[in-house]
Nanobody, 125 residues
C-alpha cells in the first residue's frame, strides 16, 4: 500500500510560482500512474495533471503551458511546478496514484486508489 504526503503549498501573488512535492513511501516496488488533483470547497474535484509509467504527461486545459508534472524515481517524489499562477488556481492540491489508469481516465479521480492529505495553494490578485 502506498503512502503519499504532499508539501510545498502556500500563498503567492498572481503571476507567481510554486512547486508542490509528493513523497511516496510504502509498496514502491511497482510502477504507478500518478496524478495531481485540486478541489475548492463546494466544488467538484478537478484533475490537473497526470504522468504515466512511461513518463508521458497529460494536463487539464486550464493549466496547460503553466503547470509541469514530473517525477524523480530515485527520490520517490512527484512534483508539480506551477507557474503564472492565477487566483482561480486557489485550491487544496492532492497527489494520487494507482497501478493502472486507462488513458481516457487519467484525470478522473475515482480511478485512483491512493491519496495524500493535500496541501493548500492560495493565489491572491
Amino acid at each position: 500500500r502506498l503512502q503519499l504526503v504532499e508539501s510545498g503549498g502556500g500563498s503567492v501573488q498572481a503571476g507567481g510560482s510554486l512547486r508542490l512535492s509528493c513523497s511516496v513511501s510504502g509498496d514502491t516496488n511497482g510502477n504507478y500512474y500518478m496524478g495531481w488533483f485540486r478541489q475548492v470547497p463546494g466544488k467538484e474535484r478537478e484533475g490537473v495533471a497526470h504522468i504515466d509509467t512511461n513518463g508521458r504527461t497529460f494536463y487539464a486545459e486550464s493549466v496547460k503551458g503553466r503547470f509541469t508534472i514530473s517525477q524523480d524515481n530515485a527520490k520517490l517524489t512527484l512534483y508539480l511546478q506551477m507557474n503564472s499562477l492565477k487566483p482561480e488556481d486557489t485550491a487544496m492540491y492532492y497527489c494520487a496514484a494507482d497501478s493502472w489508469i486507462p488513458r481516457w481516465a487519467v484525470l478522473q479521480g475515482d480511478r485512483y486508489s491512493a491519496w495524500g492529505q493535500g496541501t493548500q495553494v492560495t493565489v491572491s490578485s
